[in-house]
């Protein structure tokens, strides 16, 4: 806090005067070393005035190693940044409701303090606040909290268990990293999750992710070697680079159907993973992604993937079998090198994917079998490795694919349907109108709202799931001279030509 006067000293504490209207000070330091139990008074006299102790200022009693206790007043609005840092032997400290606001870093390497109760009025914890706090088992977090701060609880290891108000919106960096907890439960109100946030929790063994969640950042579970399952939310949309990076003890993972994107190095040396399926929306599997997974058996790659990245599955010794689709393109350089127990590949790209160099290096693909679309066998069994396959075969009938779910869009009344499995048909079904349609783009007219279903096919390929949607075409308002559904330049450019007769 600004001061407004010179310091002055009552019994060996230094005050700086923050208001001299309503006569408040700040304690600012103590003139000597302080030991054992420090009572910080609600008033002092000075010049003949009484005044208020409203604040413990920035760095006030920090590097106090012998002091072992602080009772502060409930006059005291604030603790400033810093304030009891590095008190080494500080186990017990009493803070009055009257506290709103507590500073970065404020008890920031007190390792002898075991408990911690704040304040209601307190609306975040700033940034390493109780970094380090070694011995702290127990802390009260009240409902008023919305934000934890970047290392908040970083290498508090004593803390086995915490709970994070349902109030609470961004958890920030590292905020609980190197902690004891066993267990944690993210409410739905907290949409961001920061880096490292529970990195090398390595007792956390149960989690409970926000439904608000839109990322899983970088590192945030790294290191939990004891995490033994995971179910990311459907609101997910990534998950960051090492983001679960070394759970060893991870064997299970449900990834979110909205994930788009798996960054470098997200799952690398989770040992004890045994499959992991892609869901259809992931377009991207990073480098490294699943680096020495040495206990996959099986692995699924949804039906929107377009490139695998160098070393995805490098190491992943137990790997039997993997199904890659047809939308992928690109496989980076040992992407499935040392896989030394790969049986079976099946691939569904009709189309050869770009294959960089040493992409299966040292597997077992000498003792494989591929099996491709029957249209495709020829070309894979001349293809740079590809070819080094024991067996190259076509895809049965049981192994089918299935067509992607089409997307539904509509412009000005014309109705289009896309569909990531390449060379497909929509079969289209409209409430108004019943019967099938076929075709990538129709007109709709006639009507203000159809109800509209579709599906795709492809022969050699199961029918897709139905997409689903109502139209509001709007066609006839006011205006719209050719029943686009929309009152445009051209509209006006024919109201003219009526006009004149043309």
């Known amino acids: 806090?600004?001061?407004?006067?010179?310091?002055?000293?009552?019994?060996?504490?230094?005050?700086?005067?923050?208001?001299?209207?309503?006569?408040?000070?700040?304690?600012?330091?103590?003139?000597?070393?302080?030991?054992?139990?420090?009572?910080?008074?609600?008033?002092?006299?000075?010049?003949?005035?009484?005044?208020?102790?409203?604040?413990?200022?920035?760095?006030?009693?920090?590097?106090?190693?012998?002091?072992?206790?602080?009772?502060?007043?409930?006059?005291?609005?604030?603790?400033?940044?810093?304030?009891?840092?590095?008190?080494?032997?500080?186990?017990?400290?009493?803070?009055p409701n009257s506290v709103t606001t507590i500073g970065e870093g404020a008890f920031s390497g007190c390792k002898s303090l075991t408990s911690i109760t704040i304040p209601d009025a307190v609306t975040s914890i700033e940034n390493s606040t109780f970094d380090s706090c070694t011995n702290l088992t127990s802390v009260?977090?009240?409902?008023?909290?919305?934000?934890?701060?970047e290392y908040a609880f970083n290498n508090c290891n004593s803390l086995t268990s915490v709970t994070i108000p349902q109030f609470v919106t961004t958890i920030g960096n590292a905020a609980f990293s190197r902690t004891g907890l066993t267990s944690v439960t993210i409410p739905n109100t907290v949409t961001t999750i920061g880096d490292a946030a529970f990195s090398q929790c390595t007792d956390l063994a149960s989690v409970t992710l926000s439904n608000s969640l839109t990322a899983i950042s970088d590192g945030t579970f790294s290191y939990c070697s004891a995490l033994p399952s995971i179910i990311v939310p459907e609101s997910v949309m990534s998950l960051g680079v090492r983001a679960f990076q070394y759970c060893s003890g991870l064997t299970s993972i449900t990834i979110g159907n909205s994930v788009t994107i798996i960054k470098d190095y997200a799952f690398e040396g989770c040992t004890a993973l045994a499959s992991i399926t892609i869901p259809n929306a992931v377009t991207s599997i990073g480098t490294k992604a699943f680096n020495g997974c040495s206990s996959m058996l099986s692995a699924t790659l949804g039906k929107s993937v377009t490139t695998i990245g160098s070393s995805a599955f490098y190491q992943c010794t137990s790997l039997a079998s993997v199904t890659i689709p047809n939308s992928v393109t690109n496989i980076g350089s040992f992407a499935f090198a040392e896989c030394s127990g790969l049986l079976n590949m099946y691939c569904y790209a009709e189309k050869i994917p770009l294959t960089e160099s040493l992409a299966f290096s040292n597997s077992n693909?000498?003792?494989?079998?591929?099996?491709?679309?029957a249209e495709s066998v020829s070309a894979y069994q001349v293809a740079y490795q590809w070819k080094d396959f024991k067996e190259i075969v076509a895809l049965s009938g049981s192994e089918m694919l299935k067509c992607a779910?089409?997307?539904?869009?509509?412009?000005?009344?014309?109705?289009?349907?896309?569909?990531?499995?390449?060379?497909?048909?929509?079969?289209?079904?409209?409430?108004?109108?019943?019967?099938?349609?076929?075709?990538?783009?129709?007109?709709?007219?006639?009507?203000t709202t159809a109800h509209v279903s579709v599906y795709a096919t492809k022969e050699g390929y199961e029918d897709s799931d139905v997409a689903e949607t109502d139209v509001e075409l709007y066609v006839g308002k006011k205006g719209d001279v050719n029943a686009d559904g929309e009152v445009t330049v051209t509209d006006a450019v024919e109201v003219v030509n009526i006009i004149l007769g043309k």
């Open 140 to 149: 009260t977090i009240p409902e008023s909290v919305t934000n934890i701060g």
């Open 1 to 95: 806090m600004l001061s407004l006067a010179a310091d002055f000293t009552v019994d060996g504490l230094s005050y700086n005067i923050t208001s001299t209207t309503d006569l408040k000070v700040e304690v600012t330091k103590s003139l000597t070393q302080p030991s054992g139990n420090l009572t910080i008074p609600a008033s002092v006299e000075y010049g003949g005035k009484s005044y208020t102790v409203t604040g413990i200022g920035y760095q006030a009693f920090n590097f106090s190693f012998n002091l072992t206790s602080v009772i502060i007043p409930n006059t005291v609005t604030y603790i400033a940044e810093w304030a009891f840092m590095s008190c080494n032997k500080l186990t017990s400290v009493t803070i």
């Open 365 to 373: 693909i000498a003792n494989a079998t591929l099996h491709v679309p």
């Open 405 to 447: 779910t089409p997307t539904i869009t509509i412009v000005g009344g014309k109705l289009t349907f896309s569909c990531s499995t390449e060379g497909v048909s929509f079969n289209a079904c409209y409430s108004y109108n019943s019967g099938n349609k076929t075709g990538n783009e129709l007109i709709l007219s006639g009507t």
